[in-house]
């Protein structure tokens, strides 16, 4: 008998307590109707009001998702020629040295090499293509280089071609506060603030959106660009964001890439995604805890929300993150697909 949805929902709860997050949220969406969702907890450490479905959350950076589908429109309408395109190719102002061999497809997949040093300028970690690091300078690189293609921020892209065909209207990326943010807590026993960046990052920082908006992003995602049956997104824009476009590392622990989403191949050790976790799915995690997990193989979607700054394990924290991804799915594995 595969694992009832309290199990999950439990685990979640168990997590948010662990790390002092004062809200939580559960969804689960599976062909196309949701078949879970749960909330639990207030909008901050210092404010009672409940969280629910309106509640939005600060997604922090799984807005790399969104930036994401951006760079695939512009591949898709040819603004960048290739994922493998030089980087220096773009910018004349930036030392060719410095990006030196780094592509498009580096920067997409954590794959570059490229830092900054205390006082901001760009040093070489290791040459691009021959290991795997999170850090943000890749988003600003891409960032501006999406600005630089259409002459607009990416974040104008999405509003205009995704989210108002969608009909979404609590994603947004936010300037001022408002009652419908829940905030993120750094330290428990301080008031939590509604923003986690500063506003003028150029980076498309504090995007807001509750549990059911998250989880119609990652189904657009699962159903190849359509919406309610109305093609919103090319199906080639999707393919491009969701596939695996990493390159071959020499190391075969580091995980595997899309357009900034982890993709399931073979399970990597450095991955967030479990060894249950079918081939060819996909997620997208920020460091204030939401999550959004897309299982093609089981037409299903699952989206967990926290507010804590930094999630819950430490060193330990991608040993948790497999552990929620393996459980969730399990618990949404269809009948038919369970061994006797």
Not at 17 to 38: C, G, K, T, Y
Not at 262 to 276: D, H, M, R
Request: no cysteine; proline share 4%.
């Amino acid at each position: 008998m595969k694992t009832s949805y309290v199990a999950l929902d439990s685990y979640v709860r168990h997590i948010q307590n662990l790390n002092h997050s004062s809200a939580a949220a559960l969804l689960v969406l599976q062909d196309d109707r949701i078949v879970f969702e749960n909330y639990d907890g207030f909008h901050s450490n210092h404010d009672a009001k409940v969280v629910d479905v309106n509640s939005m959350f600060n997604v922090a950076s799984a807005r790399k998702s969104y930036l994401g589908l951006a760079i695939a429109y512009a591949l898709y309408e040819g603004k960048i020629r290739h994922l493998d395109d030089l980087v220096s190719n773009y910018f004349d102002e930036h030392d060719v040295d410095t990006f030196r061999g780094t592509t498009i497809r580096h920067l997409v997949t954590h794959s570059h090499g490229l830092n900054r040093d205390e006082t901001g300028v760009l040093f070489r970690e290791f040459d691009a293509g021959e290991g795997w690091a999170y850090r943000n300078v890749n988003v600003e690189i891409v960032t501006d280089l999406f600005k630089r293609l259409y002459g607009y921020d990416f974040t104008h892209l999405l509003r205009e071609r995704v989210f108002r065909p969608m009909g979404l209207s609590r994603t947004e990326w936010a300037t001022d506060a408002a009652p419908s943010f829940v905030k993120v807590i750094d330290d428990p026993d301080e008031e939590a603030s509604y923003k986690l960046y500063p506003f003028d990052d150029g980076m498309g920082s504090n995007l807001h959106t509750t549990a059911r908006e998250f989880a119609a992003w990652g189904n657009l995602h699962l159903n190849i660009g359509r919406h309610h049956g109305v093609q919103i997104v090319p199906e080639e824009v999707i393919r491009l964001a969701t596939s695996i476009q990493s390159p071959a590392y020499p190391n075969s622990t580091f995980p595997t890439n899309g357009l900034f989403w982890y993709v399931q191949g073979e399970p990597k050790a450095w991955s967030e995604l479990g060894e249950a976790v079918p081939a060819g799915s996909y997620q997208i995690l920020g460091n204030t805890g939401p999550l959004l997990l897309v299982i093609p193989a089981y037409r299903t979607v699952v989206v967990r929300m926290y507010n804590k700054l930094y999630n819950y394990g430490g060193d330990r924290y991608l040993d948790y993150l497999r552990e929620f991804s393996n459980l969730a799915a399990e618990t949404v594995r269809p009948i038919d697909n369970l061994m006797p």
